[in-house]
């Protein structure tokens, strides 16, 4: 079973739809991450949180909105998305950020995310 | 700049057979380095992560050669379950970023 618990497995929504992803971990780990991985491709990072803090945007549209709530949360907020955003959506988690030995990442299982 | 190459696969190996895989990366400065492996429709689960006087566990063995920027594989005796996707992970915080991951690379082991 993996230590980073994401919801919904699956998700299908519609171009005005607002929807969120969510990510839990309770390993005590101090960053938290998003990546978004296409079909045979590798995932790619949208945003890293450390310490509660957005540390890192790595130029996301605005449609993809992190946040944050505490030490053991990450949401992903979804709006007005286009079909090309359809991807797997991983979260994971780091003991922390930049120091060698404390950056391995966990991730959860994903959330398959289809845009109609 | 924020690059990890990888070789391209597929490859496609027999059982028993001994596979390496290179990757290279971009930012003198990294720090940290690993290998992923993703099954079909799975998350990346860590490998083993890369020291820099090499490291072994089991039939796998990965190296770093900082002089020439690129990170290594070795995969012994292969077995049927090794088949998968083996991602090459740098971590480019000094190019302020975070964990970056290569292309990856197919192996099908085949009996």
């Known amino acids: 079973d993996t230590e980073v618990t994401q919801t919904p497995k699956h998700l299908v929504m519609g171009m005005t739809n607002k929807k969120s992803l969510k990510c839990e971990q309770h390993?005590?780990?101090?960053?938290m991450y998003w990546y978004k991985q296409k079909a045979k491709k590798p995932p790619e990072l949208m945003f890293v949180?450390?310490?509660?803090?957005?540390?890192i945007n790595e130029s996301v549209p605005s449609r993809f909105s992190p946040e944050c709530p505490n030490s053991s949360l990450l949401n992903l907020h979804l709006h007005a998305l286009q079909p090309e955003d359809s991807a797997l959506y991983l979260c994971?988690?780091?003991?922390?950020?930049?120091?060698?030995?404390?950056?391995?990442?966990?991730f959860g299982a994903g959330s398959r995310l289809t845009v109609l | 700049r924020k690059e990890v190459e990888q070789d391209p696969g597929p490859f496609n190996v027999p059982e028993g057979a001994t596979v390496a895989f290179n990757c290279t990366y971009s930012?003198?400065?990294?720090?940290?380095f690993f290998w992923y492996r993703q099954d079909c429709r799975k998350e990346p689960k860590l490998l083993m992560s890369?020291?820099?006087s090499g490291n072994e566990d089991g039939r796998f063995t990965a190296q770093l050669n900082r002089a020439s920027q690129y990170i290594s594989l070795l995969i012994r005796d292969s077995k049927l379950s090794d088949s998968a996707t083996y991602l090459c992970?740098?971590?480019?915080?000094?190019?302020?970023?975070?964990?970056?991951f290569g292309k990856g690379t197919t192996l099908s082991v085949s009996s």
């Open positions: 994971a988690s780091s003991q922390d950020r930049g120091i060698s030995g404390a950056n391995v990442l966990t």
């Open positions: 390993m005590g780990h101090r960053a």
């Open positions: 949180y450390s310490y509660e803090k957005l540390s």
């Open positions: 930012n003198s400065a990294s720090q940290s």
């Open positions: 890369v020291y820099s």
């Open positions: 992970v740098v971590n480019m915080e000094q190019a302020g970023t975070a964990l970056i």
